[in-house]
């Protein structure tokens, strides 16, 4: 009997491009007070170099174009990790959070540094939505997701075992791989053309295209 749905925060419940856009612009100011002009055009160059080019080394690849010294990376990163972001969930989520937290008790468990992820938490206002958010790096990095030690945590947290918990995810590895080991039963969020779509390494227990689909997957659960 499922007695929890446990979720990913990033492109799970929100669109972490938001929180790309948001973390760039903060930079892009920094680097406007540093003598660096015109911060939207630096901001526009950031994403296009990250969405573009992929996600590794954009502000090494920015320095070299735009001609700032690299030793200020290290700062533009913890910048870019600490800043406070403006995010939304998606649409559908603050209504089907509400909806299921009657039936069920409601986790997050989410990966990425301690004072990132806090701060997404809040922006979010999951600490009002749900019963338990879990942030990996609480343990040290080498306890991320695919790591059983956070699924596990969040469901001792919640009160019910891991055999109790759902847990939806867009990541292959991390999300499903994950709650498999941890003995959640995955639930695999394919959005078309989102992040991981693509990606077939890991078979979930479920699939599903969209949130909307997950009361009606949890009502199959309950009468198998």
Known sequence: MIRAVLFDVDDTLYDEAMFVRSGFAAVAEELGRRGVPD?????????????????????????????????????LVRIYREHEPELELFEEVPGLLRDLRGAYRLGCVTDGWLTTQRNKVAALGLGELVDEVVLSDEFGREFWKPHERPFLACCERLGVGPGEAIFVGDNPERDVQGARNAGLVSVRLRREGAYFSGDDAFEPHHEIGSLKELPGLLEREASA
């Open 39 to 75: 911060p939207d055009g630096v901001s526009e160059l950031f994403r296009r170099v990250h969405f573009d080019e992929g996600r590794d080394r954009v502000f090494n690849k920015a320095a070299e174009r735009l001609g700032f010294d690299e030793s200020w990376i290290p700062e």
